[in-house]
């Protein structure tokens, strides 16, 4: 099946720090990603969708100035946690459509100190 | 909202087949049905879908029944690395722009 890689695979940075995540589609071109969280013991909850060339689309209550999405290449979308809190830490999880089904990366777990 | 129904849990012995059921009683014409699992801290990986026919890959088979409003999803020999989250999801797959939206899964614990 296709490939989706993310990295860094894992982070820890200061609160009030900026970090950012890398979501690479390997083998196929995707017009079209999107990022999931992943708190412990849940399950994945959509954050945005991310189209290539224009701007993302924010599930509710997801703040879009907080977390910076770019999809600059059909292979290549970056999500930015900006001003990052503990309460930010979570596993982010990228994700790449192709014309039948959608593979997930491995994800990241960034934790905020 | 997700659209299907699972049980949170389930135990499987080693080498027995492991059958997780999902009731999709909303499910509509366009609407398939997929399956992925979740191996601890990992991404969710593909497993199998289908639309209304029976499917069958090298990781498992998928059993829709005829009015599709529930599926089985079946892992012939379970092994210890099939421990796992097991989610059901029901999504028209025509839009490129649909995510998947998950539920809760089930949790297949493999037990030797």
């Known amino acids: 099946g296709a490939v989706v890689s993310q990295h860094p695979s894992r982070v820890i940075c200061k609160s009030g720090t900026s970090v950012k995540i890398e979501c690479r589609s390997l083998?196929?071109?995707?017009?079209?990603m999107f990022w999931y969280r992943q708190f412990p013991k849940q399950s994945l909850m959509l954050m945005a969708t991310?189209?290539?060339?224009?701007?993302?689309?924010?599930e509710q209550g997801v703040e879009k100035d907080k977390f910076l999405i770019n999809h600059a290449s059909l292979t290549l979308s970056t999500l930015t946690v900006t001003s990052a809190h503990p309460e930010d830490s979570s596993f982010y999880i990228c994700?790449?459509?192709?014309?039948?089904?959608?593979?997930f990366g491995p994800g990241t777990r960034l934790t905020v100190l | 909202d997700a659209k299907t129904t699972q049980p949170t849990s389930m135990d499987c012995a080693e080498g027995r087949a492991a059958n997780l059921p999902c009731n999709h009683s909303?499910?509509?014409?366009?609407?398939?049905v997929y399956w992925y699992r979740q191996i601890h801290s990992q991404g969710p990986q593909y497993i199998i879908h289908?639309?209304?026919n029976n499917e069958t890959n090298e990781m498992a088979s998928l059993i829709i029944t005829e009015d599709r409003k529930s599926s089985t999803l079946i892992l012939p020999h379970a092994t210890l690395r099939d421990t796992a989250v097991y989610y059901c999801?029901?999504?028209?797959?025509?839009?490129?722009?649909?995510?998947?939206?998950f539920g809760k899964g089930t949790r297949l614990s493999v037990i030797a």
């Open positions: 994700s790449a459509r192709d014309k039948t089904r959608q593979f």
């Open positions: 083998d196929f071109q995707a017009t079209t």
């Open positions: 991310s189209n290539e060339g224009s701007k993302a689309t924010y």
């Open positions: 909303t499910i509509s014409g366009n609407e398939y």
């Open positions: 289908g639309l209304k």
């Open positions: 999801i029901v999504t028209d797959a025509s839009s490129g722009n649909t995510p998947l939206v």
